[in-house]
Each structure stands twice: as C-alpha cells, then as structure tokens.
C-alpha cells in the first residue's frame, strides 16, 4: 500500500508535467485536428485522474499513541471536521 | 511642632530626592518580572517589574526601545539596566530602563551562536540539502503538544480551508527538560514507522526563549537534518530563527503559517489542474472555431449554397451571348438592306425605264444593238421600238442624217 502510494506520488509529477506539455501542444494549435482532439482525451482523462487523486484522501485528524514500542492511532479533536 | 531647620517646598523636595536617587542609582542593573506592561503609539513601553516583595514603576523611550530582541510581556523574567529617578509631577519614582534582556538569555544566547556555528560548519543548514516540499501532500504528521496553541491552530486552518487531509498528531512536550529527547524520538519514529506521510511539521507556539529552548537543541536539529520525510519547522516566535529553522526544509513563521504552506500546496495543484482543464478546452473549442469559421465561410460560397444560381448563372451567360449574336445578326442583316437599298435607288436613277415612262423610246436593231444615230440603220432594216410599256416592230423607211 505504502509502496503503491510512494509510486503514484512519483507518477504524479510526471503525470502533471506531461498534462503542462499537453497544454502547451494544445495552445500553439499547430496540430492538426483529429491529433488535437487525441491530445484533449489525454489531457482530460490525466487531470480528471489527477483530480481523483487529490481529493480522494478523507478529512482525518488522528493522535498516536506508543505503548510499549507498539503504535496505535485513535482520532484526535472534539469535532468531526 | 519644634522650628525647623528648613522648611521644604514640595518642588524642592521632588528636585533634591531625584537627584539623589539618580546619582545613587545610575546604570544600575536590576532582575525582575514585567508586569502591566503596555506600550503606547508613541513606541514608549510603560510596566512594573516585580518580585515577591514589590515593585517598581519602569519606562523604556522608543529610542531605546527600538533595540528590543524580544516583545516583552507581562510574566516575562528580566534583567534591565538602567538609572532610578522621580517624577516630580506625581511624586512617584520609577527606573528608566536603556537595556532589557530576558533573564538568562546572554548565555543562551552564548549557546546558541556556538551551536548554530558548528552545525553550519556541518553543512546542516546547506541549502542544497533542502528538499522541496511533496506535491501531493495528503499525509501531514504534526510533532507537537496536544494541548498547545500550535495543534489549534493549524486544526483552525485546516478547518478554514476545508482540506481533505490526513493529520497525525505525535504528542510530545515541547518545553522543559524533557522536551528535546521526546522531539527527537517523535521525528525518528515518524520516519520508521509511518513512512508514507509526505511532510513532518514540527513545532510549537510562541514563548520566551527559554519555553522555546528545546528547538536550538543540537539532538532535535540533527533528527530533523537524518529525517527522510521533508521537515518544516514552526516555532512561534516571529522575530528570532531558531536551530531547528535552519535545519529544517522549510521555516514557518508560526504553526498556522506552516499549514498554509502545505495545504497552499494542495489547493494550487488542485487549480493548476482545473486550470489545465480549463486551457484545454479553451484551445479546443478556439480549434474548432477556426475550422468551423472555414467550413463556414465555404458554405456561404453562392454555388454552395445555391446551386440554381449557379446554373442560372450559366444560362444568363448563354442568354447574353444569344442576344448579341442576334443582335450582331440583325446588324448584318440591317446593313446588308441598307446598302441593296441604296444600290437599288441608284440602279433606279441609271436605268433607262424611268426615261422610258416619260415617253423616249429606245430604237434596236434586230441583233439588240441601241440605234443611236440614224446612220446607224438603213431603209428597209426591221427595228424595235422599245417603249416604256411594250415595244413595236417597224421598217425603216429613210435616214435623215442628223
């Protein structure tokens, strides 16, 4: 999971570098249109996966606790935020 | 009441009592604790300092003020320098304080220069060593008091934002003796044992120096130069840096700020993706604009868009050409009347029929030829009269020779 996670971060960089050069491609408008339309797929598909991404983490405020060597987490503050 | 020796004025009194104390107590150094303190528009600090049996009224001027490192506050032990005075126009006396330092600072102070000197020349606080700050921060661990002023707030900003984020609180204290062995172990087992979280924010409110001391320590420094895991540092203390500022990946002026910065992160990917989106579209929808303006502009063509005109276009061409050709026609025609018109009146005025019809008549031999002169023909020749309506056949009889 954590493993997974740390690969998706990595990706997620290159996933936004290659949405800024989609942008920039669809922006000079050299290419013709049927490749234009190809680029916007691309690019609509990684932002709405990016946006996914981004937001897909819940709300959670959490405390540790170690007992004896042993971590627990148990959720922190007075107030479901 | 035995006569005096001398009879003082109130003004006199203040006077000769204030220059007493004033050259009994110049430059002298006095501990105590700020309380009532207040500063006014004017930048002058007004404020008592106390102990447990008293106290005394104080005043710091701006321009000496301006020199301040610290804010004082009430509560706040200190060490003042300055000179004991009256004020003669209320009879009270006061000091009139040029220096104030925090009790206790100046070897603090020491310490922390030595400190900040050996880890630099370490190479702890090399900015090349500085990394950036993850680009999906969704995992924050907060190394702090769970009572404090720094979870509080940055809970506050959190909430204000409305971040979806993960928060882990590793309790810790943050002053006292303890505080830096607890700091140093919290970094270390966020780093072992909850490795995913993206960015460690470590720090406290604000304090005087000696509350916030467990961040110039060398072991809490050295914890956050070994952690994997991007560190801000977030003491709350505006004004001075601590240790641990210098080593971290990021200073926050204060815990809030710290928050700000990463869920600023969060929030600005999120509109630099929209964004994206948004570019994306426009340059689609421009695209096809264009093409549609040009498929448009190709449809508006007459032939297009009305293919009878274009025939009928054709036919009023052939019309034309048929009417000039006709026309060109008739012209020839007209000019061909008009010259056997006048061919014909002039054949009328040469021929001899007109004559004829006004009563001369032409003489002919038998063989057609025109007898002009009577010579011409001989008594007993057969001629022809020729008249203007029919002819006679006569004999000649004589010739008279004209």
């Known amino acids: 999971m954590s493993e997974k996670k740390q690969a998706l971060k990595k990706d997620f960089e290159k996933e936004l570098k290659r949405l800024e050069e989609i942008v920039a491609l669809l922006e000079k408008g050299d290419s013709p249109l049927d490749e234009s339309i190809k680029l916007f797929e691309e690019g609509i598909e990684k932002a709405s996966d990016m946006k996914k991404n981004l937001e897909e983490s819940k709300r959670k405020i959490e405390i540790i606790s170690k007992k004896s060597g042993l971590f627990t987490t148990e959720k922190f503050g007075d107030d479901e935020i | 009441?035995?006569?005096?020796?001398?009879?003082?004025?109130?003004?006199?009194?203040?006077?000769?009592?204030?220059?007493?104390?004033?050259?009994?107590?110049?430059?002298?150094?006095?501990?105590?604790?700020?309380?009532n303190f207040k500063k006014y528009s004017s930048g002058h600090c007004y404020f008592s300092l106390k102990d447990s049996g008293g106290q005394i009224s104080g005043v710091m001027y701006r321009f000496k003020a301006v020199y301040l490192k610290f804010i004082p506050?009430?509560?706040?032990?200190?060490?003042?320098?300055?000179?004991?005075?009256?004020?003669?126009?209320?009879?009270?006396?006061?000091?009139?304080?040029?220096?104030?330092?925090?009790?206790?600072?100046?070897?603090?102070?020491?310490?922390?220069?030595?400190?900040?000197?050996?880890?630099?020349?370490?190479?702890?606080?090399?900015?090349?060593?500085?990394?950036?700050?993850?680009?999906?921060?969704?995992?924050i661990g907060v190394i702090t008091s769970p009572t404090g002023a720094a979870v509080r707030d940055i809970l506050t900003v959190l909430k204000r934002r409305f971040s979806n984020v993960h928060v882990l609180l590793y309790p810790v204290r943050v002053q006292g003796a303890e505080a830096p062995g607890e700091i140093t172990a919290a970094i270390e087992d966020m780093n072992r044992h909850f490795p995913d979280i993206d960015v460690l924010i470590v720090g406290r409110g604000g304090g005087s120096l000696e509350d916030l001391w467990a961040f110039n320590e060398e072991i809490v420094a050295r914890a956050i130069f070994a952690s994997k895991i991007p560190v801000i540092s977030a003491v709350g203390h505006e004004i001075d840096w601590m240790i641990s500022d210098f080593t971290a990946d990021v200073r926050a002026a204060t815990p809030s700020v710290a928050a700000e910065?990463?869920?600023?992160?969060?929030?600005?990917?999120?509109?630099?993706?929209?964004?994206?989106?948004?570019?994306?579209?426009?340059?689609?929808?421009?695209?096809?604009?264009?093409?549609?303006?040009?498929?448009?502009?190709?449809?508006?063509?007459p032939y297009l868009r009305e293919p009878e005109l274009f025939m009928s276009g054709f036919e009023q061409g052939f019309d034309i050409a048929f009417e000039s050709l006709v026309a060109v026609k008739n012209r020839m025609f007209d000019s061909y009347t008009e010259r056997s018109r006048t061919l014909y009146e002039r054949l009328n005025i040469l021929s001899p029929i007109n004559t004829l019809e006004r009563g001369y008549a032409?003489?002919?031999?038998?063989?057609?030829?025109?007898?002009?002169?009577?010579?011409?023909a001989a008594a007993g020749d057969k001629i022809n009269v020729r008249l203007f309506r029919g002819s006679i056949g006569a004999e000649v009889r004589e010739t008279v020779d004209g």
Not at chain 2, 16 to 27: N, T, V
Not at chain 2, 93 to 121: A, N, P, T
Not at chain 2, 271 to 287: Q, T
């Open chain 2, 1 to 35: 009441m035995e006569t005096p020796e001398k009879i003082y004025t109130v003004t006199e009194l203040n006077n000769q009592a204030k220059i007493m104390l004033e050259s009994e107590f110049k430059g002298i150094v006095l501990d105590g604790e700020i309380s």
């Open chain 2, 73 to 139: 506050k009430d509560g706040i032990k200190v060490r003042v320098k300055g000179t004991v005075t009256l004020y003669p126009v209320r009879g009270s006396y006061q000091i009139i304080v040029d220096e104030m330092h925090e009790k206790g600072v100046g070897e603090l102070q020491k310490k922390f220069e030595e400190l900040k000197k050996k880890l630099e020349s370490e190479g702890l606080f090399d900015k090349s060593r500085k990394r950036p700050l993850p680009s999906m921060p969704q995992k």
């Open chain 2, 261 to 301: 910065i990463v869920l600023g992160r969060k929030e600005e990917l999120i509109k630099s993706v929209d964004n994206a989106v948004v570019r994306m579209k426009n340059s689609l929808n421009k695209k096809c604009a264009v093409m549609g303006d040009r498929l448009n502009a190709a449809l508006r063509r």
């Open chain 2, 362 to 376: 032409i003489a002919q031999k038998a063989d057609g030829t025109v007898i002009k002169r009577a010579r011409d």
